[in-house]
Structure formats: C-alpha cells, structure tokens
C-alpha cells in the first residue's frame, strides 16, 4: 500500500519542497553559532520567569492547568493592547488574537486566505519558515526584491501594472518584514512604507506586516504599516519571543474583528492556558521599556562588534547591509557558493546560514549567507567572524 494515495493535494505539494527546517544544519560541539536567530542566553529572563511560574501558581492554584485557564490571560491581550496603543496601534480586545508565536499567526491567516489559486508576494530574500507555510496552501508567489531601503516598491508597483495589463490574477497577500528583515536586517523607509499602502489600495490586496524585530531598535524606532493604514489592509502579526523567551510561544494578531473571528474559528490548539497566564504574571511584575532597553543596549553593542569584526577581517570583494535593529547582518560573497563555504565554516568551527534558503529560487542566494548577531558572545562573535573571514579568503 502507498500512503501517497491518502495525502491531501496541499501535502502532496508540499512534499515536492525541501523537508520543513532542512534549512538548520546540524551544528558540531563547540562551534560558534553565528547561525542561531536566538536570544541570548544570558538575555533571557530565566529568574524573572521563575519567580512568575511560582506566583501564579501560589495565587491561581490549578486555574492555569486547565482548558479553561485563568482571567490572566485576559490580562495578557490587555498588556499587549496597551504596548501596541503606545506604537500607534489602537487595537481593541475583539481585534486582537494571541497566538501560540508568529509562526502560528502566519499559518492562520494562510489557512483562511490563501489556497491553490492564491498569488501571494513575498520579499526576495524573506524568512523561510514563512515561506514554507505559504507553500502549504499555494504554489503561486511573486517575489520581490529587496535592497538597503527595504522591499522595492517601485519593483512591486511595476510587476502588478504588468500583470494587471496581461490579465494576470493579483496577488491577496503581500507578506513583509518592514523592521529589521529577516534576513537582510534592512528596515523599509517612510517612503516606501507610504506606497506599498498605497498600491495595497489600489490594486486590492492585504498586507501581513511581520514585525517580530520591531522593539530592537538601536536609535529609532520605525513606524509600523499598521499604524498608517486607514483602510484595515494590514494584518500586522507581533511576538514576545524575541523580547522575553521563545519557548513560552507568544504571538499575536491584530486586524479587524471580522478577520479576527475567522481567524479564530481555525485555530483549534485550545489555546496554550500555562504559558499565556505566566507571560502575563512577568509582563505584569517586569516593566517593558526596562526590559526593552536592556535588549537594544546589549544587541547594539554585539552588532557594532560584529561589524567591526566584519570590516577587519573579510576580503574587500565581500559586502553587507548595516542593520539599524533587529538581530541579523546579510552579507554577499560575490563569486561563492555560501552552501560549499558553510562546510568549509562548520570544519573551522563557525557557522551561519546559506543564503539559498530565504528565497523562492534557490540560485538567487547562492552568494549570499545570514549572520545572526543575538546569540553568541562578543569574544565568540568576533572570533568566528576571523575564522569565517579565513574560510572566504581560502575560498578565492
């Protein structure tokens, strides 16, 4: 018996794709991770976490082990509502649904709006893990290129002019990280923020506006899409996992209640009542302009290290995007194949991600490779750039 037979069309499409996560490569002991787009370590808040986890139990007892929970977690829209009112954003309760992370905000909103005949845009390069669930449900995209002001509008405005004249079906959806992009780092300037809203009302379609890097700053914090929209096109999709702990899977969407609603009909996990009602007990005892300060103090500085590191040590053909927040530096090996050189890297001890898995067509990033800045040490951050910097110059 073949269990092929007993798939879905959306599985047996999305098994013609690279196995989910195939993208992480298998790390060796010891070996600097300039790959992992993670906290830091020592950022995380393990006893502030601790001391939440002991007091909600103290006070609510088995409340948050049930299905049910606990009106704490009324408590955390709230506390989200209140963050998001601060940014411009004024987002009633009906409007807002907490997710378990990002990831399961996309996949929802993917579920409701997009099937086989869907065109959806996305950023050439963008994050993966989105890209693969949009394979999930179409296999009709437009990519559009990125450069140091962000997602090219101008590109964008261009390729919907031209299938509009040819006929051709317009995208629902086009999917953007304005702030600090995954992968590029680079953040959309008002310019451009200002026309994708724009074509977004003239040629009718949504924008899921990621902005999972959004409260990493390092000297000023850009206006999101979804404060500027006045039509309720942008679906602006947040995270705690960045900013507080990833584990605890904290996401959120914030659209029209109408949106809202359905989205809540697909989302069947039951919600997660523990993790929900322990964010809210932190965010209650912790304020978030400390917590969000110590971040972008500590993020900033392994980020002018690693760009220093970068300047020092690589080759002058080798060339990068300067991030202004977030947590990644996109850098462009002209002439390499950055999947060879992640061996060559993984052998010396250092690794990073390949281009290639941040775009539709994989060749389009082939010379180029994500170094992620979060995780690692400064001694670590500028010891695997030299080794790294080693790996290219042998390269040539």
């Given at each position: 018996m073949s269990i092929d037979n007993f798939y879905s069309e959306n599985i047996k499409n999305a098994l013609k794709n690279d196995p989910p996560g195939e993208w992480m490569p298998t790390i060796p002991d010891n070996c600097i991770r300039l790959s992992s787009g993670f906290p830091a370590p020592d950022l995380v808040p393990v006893d502030s976490i601790q001391e939440a986890v002991v007091q909600l139990l103290n006070d609510e007892q088995d409340l948050p082990l049930h299905y049910l929970g606990t009106p704490k977690m009324d408590k955390l829209k709230q506390q989200i509502q209140a963050r998001l009112s601060e940014r411009g954003m004024h987002i009633s309760e009906k409007a807002l649904l907490v997710t378990a992370g990002a990831c399961q905000a996309i996949d929802l909103i993917a579920r409701v709006f997009v099937d086989g005949n869907t065109v959806v845009a996305v950023e050439a390069p963008t994050y993966m893990e989105a890209l693969e669930v949009f394979q999930n449900y179409t296999n009709q995209f437009i990519s559009i290129p990125i450069d140091e002001q962000g997602l090219q509008t101008k590109e964008l405005a261009r390729v919907l002019a031209e299938r509009e004249a040819q006929g051709l079906p317009l995208p629902k959806i086009v999917y953007t990280i304005p702030t600090f992009q995954n992968p590029t780092g680079t953040t959309m300037t008002d310019e451009r923020r200002k026309h994708i809203l724009e074509l977004a009302s003239q040629y009718d379609f949504l924008i899921l506006e990621d902005d999972a890097y959004g409260e990493l700053y390092f000297d000023k914090q850009p206006v999101t899409l979804k404060a500027m929209d006045h039509e309720n096109r942008v679906l602006y999709v947040g995270s705690l996992s960045k900013v507080v702990a990833p584990g605890l899977r904290i996401g959120w969407v914030a659209a029209t209640e109408e949106i809202i609603t359905s989205l809540y009909w697909f989302k069947k996990?039951?919600?997660?009542?523990?993790?929900?009602?322990?964010?809210?007990?932190?965010?209650?005892?912790?304020?978030?302009?400390?917590?969000?300060?110590?971040?972008?103090?500590?993020?900033?500085?392994?980020?002018?290290?690693?760009?220093?590191?970068?300047?020092k040590n690589m080759p002058k053909s080798v060339t990068w995007y300067v991030p202004e927040g977030g947590y990644f530096v996109w850098i462009k090996v002209a002439g390499a194949d950055t999947s060879i050189l992640l061996q060559q890297a993984l052998d010396q001890g250092v690794s990073f991600l390949p281009g290639k898995y941040f775009f539709l067509n994989e060749q389009d990033g082939k010379e180029w490779l994500r170094l992620s800045f979060s995780y690692s040490g400064l001694k670590e951050i500028k010891k695997g750039v030299e080794m790294l910097g080693e790996v290219i110059a042998d390269w040539f």
């Open positions: 996990d039951l919600d997660h009542p523990f993790a929900q009602a322990i964010m809210a007990t932190y965010l209650g005892n912790n304020n978030f302009d400390n917590r969000f300060n110590t971040l972008r103090i500590s993020y900033q500085e392994r980020c002018s290290v690693l760009l220093a590191a970068l300047e």
